[in-house]
């Protein structure tokens, strides 16, 4: 199983950016994927859930802001992430678990100046 991430980069305040995170090995429409990040200094967090049945969960943090889908066809996730606010600077990886293993992608940086 392997976890592609790509789409970040460095924006404004109140930017938009869309994550995509590209997976071989298992169909994520099938899978439970997550999206968490890690800023500088601070521990993971769980940012974003997407079931297998299609159900979404949002850390508080991004409730309204970030929106998690997939696309069954290209068999990728996404995090479009808007109103971009300097604390959500942090390197975004995606996650599944396969076989009672955690699978991380590499991360990908987003940073959001003032």
């Known amino acids: 199983v392997q976890l592609q991430a790509s789409g970040g980069g460095l924006v404004q305040a109140g930017a938009s950016l869309r994550l995509a995170c590209a997976v071989s090995g298992i169909i994520v429409s099938t899978n439970a994927m997550r999206w968490y990040r890690q800023a500088p200094g601070k521990q993971r967090e769980l940012v974003a859930g997407?079931?297998?049945?299609?159900?979404?969960n949002y850390a508080d943090s991004v409730e309204g802001r970030f929106t998690m889908s997939r696309d069954n066809a290209k068999n990728t996730v996404y995090l479009q992430m808007n109103s971009l606010k300097t604390e959500d600077t942090a390197v975004y990886y995606c996650?599944?678990?396969?076989?009672?293993?955690?699978?991380w992608g590499q991360g990908t940086l987003v940073t959001v100046s003032s």
């Open positions: 996650n599944v678990i396969s076989s009672l293993r955690q699978i």
């Open positions: 997407l079931s297998s049945g299609g159900r979404t």
